[in-house]
């Protein structure tokens, strides 16, 4: 699955300048764990945005190659509990 | 926790894709399906294929890291004195006029530095530390 975060949204979140970002985390409304395998992480910059995302994969990393910042054979992936569209804290 | 950091530019937009690499995993069930609905995901069942054949909401996402230090930039130095050939590494932290830059000469050159010749630094702007144990100059001043 892929998805977007524009630029303008990132601003608006903090990162109002080149970042190095090593870590990343979801939420959702019931926090939740399960081990995950096989799973790939790949981050990349593009021109399309959060209403455009292509439905090709890679055409979504239009600007410079990809990068694939976890691949893992087992993770133990756990969401964190939280308001509907409050993502912001941690 | 990412085994291998990004660098988001804050130039472009951010491209997240999330994939396995057999058929025994979805992350569908975690989507942290924001109520408002408009930001997409683009997703498929299917681990092998490239394209996506429905969407849906975006996942609530949040990111750790810092911000990365301003590039280095080189200059170019001109030796007056061949008669020694230096190993000379430049390099500038910033390039504002208010920002310090930071110039490190590889080898031991007590005694032979007399001035730099560098019309926007003055000698009260210098401040120089030895060390001879690492045979090594520290310049600091700004430009």
Redesign the interface.
């Known amino acids: 699955m892929a998805f977007i975060y524009n630029k303008s949204e990132l601003n608006i979140a903090g990162i109002n300048a080149p970042t190095s970002i090593s870590e990343i985390w979801f939420r959702t409304n019931t926090a939740g764990s399960t081990t995950l395998s096989g799973l790939e992480v790949v981050l990349g910059h593009t021109t399309l945005t959060n209403l455009t995302v292509s439905t090709t994969f890679a055409n979504n990393f239009n600007v410079g190659p990809p990068l694939t910042v976890l691949n893992t054979a087992s993770y133990v992936y756990t969401t964190l509990a939280g308001t509907w569209n409050v993502p912001a804290d941690r | 926790?990412?085994?291998?950091?990004?660098?988001?530019?804050?130039?472009?937009?951010?491209?997240?894709?999330?994939?396995?690499?057999?058929s025994?995993?979805s992350?569908?069930g975690?989507?942290?399906?924001?109520?408002?609905g408009?930001?997409?995901?683009?997703?498929?069942f299917n681990y092998t294929a490239?394209?996506?054949?429905a969407?849906t909401s975006?996942?609530?996402?949040?990111?750790?890291?810092?911000?990365?230090p301003a590039p280095i930039h080189n200059i170019n130095l001109t030796v007056e004195n061949q008669s020694f050939k230096p190993k000379l590494k430049w390099k500038i932290l910033g390039n504002s006029v208010e920002e310090n830059f930071m110039a490190e000469i590889e080898r031991s050159l007590n005694g032979q530095i007399w001035e730099l010749l560098d019309s926007k630094l003055s000698d009260y702007q210098r401040v120089f530390i030895d060390n001879p144990a690492i045979e090594s100059k520290l310049f600091i001043g700004l430009n």
């Open positions: 926790m990412l085994t291998t950091p990004f660098t988001y530019d804050n130039v472009n937009n951010l491209a997240v894709q999330i994939r396995f690499t057999n025994t995993n992350a569908l975690f989507y942290a399906d924001n109520a408002a408009t930001p997409r995901t683009q997703y498929v490239a394209t996506a054949t969407n975006r996942m609530m996402m949040g990111f750790t890291g810092p911000p990365v």
